[in-house]
């Protein structure tokens, strides 16, 4: 009796252990497949671990270099030529200074004044209006010549020049190239006979003014008359015109 409840108890000790050796077993398995799990999955990155944009770079740069190919380059030379050529019209730009003005100064670089040692002056006799002439100045010389002003006029033996019609002041200097001409209409006497001391002369001296227009300026000119003019106090000159219609309008 005693010996078959040893042999039982010996056949549950066997089997207990033989039931832990395979719980043990299955364990060991079931790590050994997780490890095995654990090397062959890659973790997966946590939002914070991500990949920033620099490890982006390379993509971008190919991307960049095509942009470049594919025109960006061409724009960027046009903008840098623009600039230069922007750049080098401005330095190269007339001064304001010299620009022409509507105040009567200077119209460009050109500030040699007209006078007797580079023009020629005529005065000549016109229908219309009545009672009146037309000075003519031709440059002479071989440079540009700005004809100031108005021109003094003296007529015989006058102690005065003549009065200036103001309204005829054009909006700028006049210039002439040579070979070209300005003129000034001229009033000798009154139509309606208002005027006094009237006198005739077959003399005529014309005086030019300079830049300054502080009065005249440079050699005078002796024009010649063929015939004697008659003047009075109404004696009056406009300022030095472009055209003649111009300067016989006053």
Avoid at 103 to 132: E, F, I, Q, W
Wanted: charged letters at 20%.
């Amino acid at each position: 009796m005693r010996n078959r409840n040893f042999r039982r108890t010996a056949r549950t000790s066997a089997l207990g252990t033989a039931a832990l050796l395979a719980a043990l077993s299955l364990t060991a398995c079931q790590e050994d497949g997780q490890a095995a799990a654990d090397t062959s999955t890659p973790a997966t990155a946590s939002p914070s671990e991500q990949p920033s944009d620099s490890t982006k770079a390379p993509a971008d740069k190919g991307n960049g270099k095509d942009k470049g190919a594919n025109g960006s380059g061409a724009d960027s030379g046009s903008s840098s030529a623009s600039s230069s050529g922007s750049s080098s019209g401005s330095a190269d730009a007339e001064p304001a200074a010299k620009q022409p003005k509507d105040t009567g100064d200077d119209s460009g670089p050109v500030t040699l004044a007209c006078d007797g040692g580079n023009s020629k002056v005529k005065l000549t006799a016109v229908t219309r209006p009545v009672n009146h002439m037309l000075l003519t100045v031709t440059n002479t010389g071989s440079k540009a010549c700005n004809a100031y002003y108005h021109p003094f006029l003296r007529f015989g033996e006058a102690q005065a020049v003549p009065r200036t019609f103001e309204e005829s002041k054009p909006q700028a200097v006049v210039t002439l190239g040579p070979g070209e001409s300005a003129y000034a209409g001229v009033m000798t006497a009154s139509a309606d006979g208002s005027g006094t001391g009237g006198y005739s002369t077959k003399e005529l001296t014309v005086s030019f003014q300079g830049r300054e227009g502080s009065g005249s300026s440079g050699p005078s000119s002796d024009v010649p008359l063929t015939k004697a003019v008659f003047v009075d106090s109404t004696l009056a000159v406009t300022y030095w015109q472009t055209s003649l219609d111009d300067a016989l309008m006053y």
